[in-house]
């Protein structure tokens, strides 16, 4: 699963809540950077999350996600044959 965040909210932990969160496949990181980057040019006051970009080296990225996932306003998930 994937998203970069220039968030807008700090909750208790720290971290800020995306708008929205893209998921895809390791495989389709071209298309869904393409598409984040699309995102900030048309709407720059809109944050997104990307695990390439927001999750660092030894951080427990699992429940890294499962934050991200459960406080987005939108998941876009990109499906593929990947």
């Known amino acids: ?6 968030g807008i909210t700090l909750p208790a932990g720290g971290t800020a809540i ?11 990181n071209e298309v869904a950077a393409a598409i ?3 995102i900030r040019r048309e709407r ?3 944050s997104l999350f990307y695990d390439k970009d927001n999750i660092r080296a030894g951080q427990r990225w699992q429940e890294r996600l499962r934050e991200e996932l ?13």
């Open 36 to 38: 984040g980057e699309r």
């Open 44 to 46: 720059p006051s809109w």
């Open 18 to 28: 995306a708008d929205i969160f893209i998921s895809h496949s390791g495989s389709d």
């Open 70 to 82: 459960a406080s987005c306003r939108v998941v876009l998930a990109l499906l593929s044959r990947s």
């Open 1 to 6: 699963m994937s998203v970069s965040c220039e």
